[in-house]
């Protein structure tokens, strides 16, 4: 049965008959916009090869950017960067928790009424469709259930809590819907490309249409679909320069990590690494179904489609066996492709953009002034349509704020409190000092990551990546002084930002400007300085 109501699909079809192919000539269609949002795929390790069809149908007809990056590189605050335009400290939502305001009463109040679907919808009259997991506490009781649906979606069809392949719940426009193990009918991403071809065929012809779609792959429990089971068999983790080796002169809880890990634990991260692959093969059979029905619905040449990822991952990087959170590349570097109107093919682009630029671009397509926002990200439309004179940031912020309890793991004693995600072998992936905001700058001169931590080393790791691309050696105690100083202020500044604030100049842009007497200055901000003695 199609997931659209019998009435919507009357109605549209009513709609057909009313509009004249001689007037629907005449009209001059606002493009249409597609964004597709996977889970957890990095892009350092790999986690591009498996998409052949997307690749060929994303990529090569459009703009690669090879340096997009997710301000906070977990779930929920990555997805809540991506609706509302905003860094975490601006939409406060901190980790994955109803506590940290993934989804809570507090983020339906003051944030999602003016999210980018809720604007299009509002402001750009577009016919908005979502389907998938949206933030991972979404569904729970505490905040309105399944019932609650968030303003600006025309048709919403959104996992309950967290990604799953099989046996969930889908709110279907607020009522929920039980889904269970028959790949025919229940696994969720083959749900969610033919609810999404259900909405391509039944949707009114009057009005453009944004469309979500995102996918529970490649997030754990990587079920992947029965044909692709089998599917790369020879293939293991990539072993890297900075695979199962000690973090040295990195923060304590990369450093807690046990060297070299032991064959159980390089077998777990294999055989996950090549589930993770295997899940993907189903997305990209959804690319290329979505593809094929734009096409035939005459409607592919005006319509861009985004594929991205919420943040990356990491497969035994550092001797830390699976997960994300953490400040490196691997984590927080993710796929951005696009494809629409205006665009060449086969493009790269290496401008620094991050998620929090795809509402701007996304508003910027419907022709709504992006004046009128509080969006800390900027439009790359100028980018996608290759202007040459378009100035462009050289630094963006990652803010983490790390997740711990009070009592110890269970599993493992000996660490103390505040640790948690711990393997069996007593690795531990999170503790609540593990809590850091970095600058990454990208600019003509440098490649540069500096990072802080909220604890009680004040620890600081700092990496240049012309020369050490695998993050493996801190360069804080050896950096000029007057670099890390003004990397120091940057930092503090772009933490306090809010919508242009977070645009201004970048310390190595020429139009920066560095007073040291304004880091002891009582603007607001408590400046915390650093020299190379002492770290």
């Not at 293991?236 to 890990?261: E, Y």
């Not at 494809?339 to 509402?359: E, F, Y």
């Not at 509080?374 to 912020?397: A, Y």
């Not at 600081?460 to 360069?475: G, K, M, R, S, W």
């Amino acid at each position: 049965m199609s997931p659209l109501p019998a009435v919507v699909r009357g109605l549209a079809l009513a709609a057909l008959l009313m509009l004249s192919p001689a007037g629907a000539s005449r009209r001059v269609r606002r493009p249409n916009v597609v964004l597709i949002l996977t889970d957890d795929q990095d892009v350092c390790l790999g986690g591009m090869t498996p998409l052949k069809k997307t690749n060929a149908l994303i990529a090569q007809m459009g703009m690669t950017f090879l340096n997009a990056y997710v301000p906070s590189a977990l779930c929920c605050p990555s997805r809540a960067s991506i609706l509302t335009g905003k860094y975490p400290h601006n939409h406060h939502v901190v980790n994955n928790t109803l506590e940290g305001n993934c989804s809570s009463k507090l983020w339906q109040k003051i944030q999602e009424p003016y999210t980018f679907p809720a604007l299009l919808k509002t402001m750009c009259g577009y016919q908005t469709f979502f389907a998938g997991k949206y933030l991972n506490e979404y569904g729970a009781e505490d905040a309105g259930g399944v019932g609650h649906v968030p303003p600006g979606w025309s048709f919403w069809y959104a996992l309950e809590k967290n990604s799953k392949y099989y046996n969930y719940t889908l709110s279907v426009n607020g009522k929920a819907r039980r889904h269970g193990e028959n790949y025919s009918v229940d696994y969720l991403t083959d749900v969610l490309a033919n609810m999404s071809l259900d909405f391509l065929e039944y949707k009114s012809n009057f009005e453009p249409f944004f469309m979500m779609i995102s996918t529970p792959a490649p997030h754990s429990p990587w079920t992947a679909a029965p044909q692709y089971t089998n599917s790369f068999q020879n293939v293991s983790a990539p072993r890297n320069s900075n695979f199962n080796i000690h973090g040295k002169n990195k923060h304590w809880l990369i450093r807690q990590a046990k060297t070299p890990m032991t064959n159980s634990s390089i077998q777990f991260l294999d055989d996950a690494y090549r589930k993770r692959w295997q899940t993907l093969l189903s997305v990209d059979d959804l690319v290329e179904k979505l593809v094929k029905k734009l096409e035939l619905n005459g409607e592919l040449d005006n319509t861009y489609i985004f594929y991205t990822s919420d943040n990356g991952f990491h497969t035994g990087q550092f001797s830390l066996p699976i997960d994300k959170r953490q400040l490196y590349e691997f984590d927080i570097k993710v796929p951005l492709l696009v494809r629409g109107p205006g665009i060449k093919p086969n493009q790269t682009n290496k401008m620094l953009v991050a998620n929090i630029d795809l509402g701007p671009t996304i508003l910027d397509i419907a022709g709504y002034d992006l004046n009128k926002t509080q969006m800390d990200g900027m439009s790359l439309l100028p980018l996608l349509r290759g202007d040459k004179n378009e100035t462009w940031r050289s630094d963006f912020l990652v803010e983490y704020q790390g997740e711990g309890y009070n009592g110890s793991d269970p599993t493992c004693p000996g660490l103390g409190p505040g640790v948690t995600h711990c393997f069996p072998d007593c690795v531990c992936e999170d503790s609540y000092n593990n809590t850091y905001a970095c600058v990454r700058t990208l600019s003509a001169s440098w490649d540069l990551q500096y990072c802080e931590f909220d604890d009680r080393e004040v620890f600081v790791e700092v990496y240049n990546l012309t020369a050490d691309p695998h993050q493996i050696n801190n360069i804080a105690k050896t950096i000029d002084q007057e670099i890390l100083e003004k990397m120091n202020y940057r930092l503090m500044m772009l933490q306090s930002c809010s919508g242009a604030t977070c645009r201004t100049p970048g310390v190595f842009d020429p139009g920066y400007r560095f007073d040291p007497r304004l880091m002891f200055s009582n603007h607001g901000i408590r400046a915390r300085r650093f020299s190379a003695q002492s770290l």
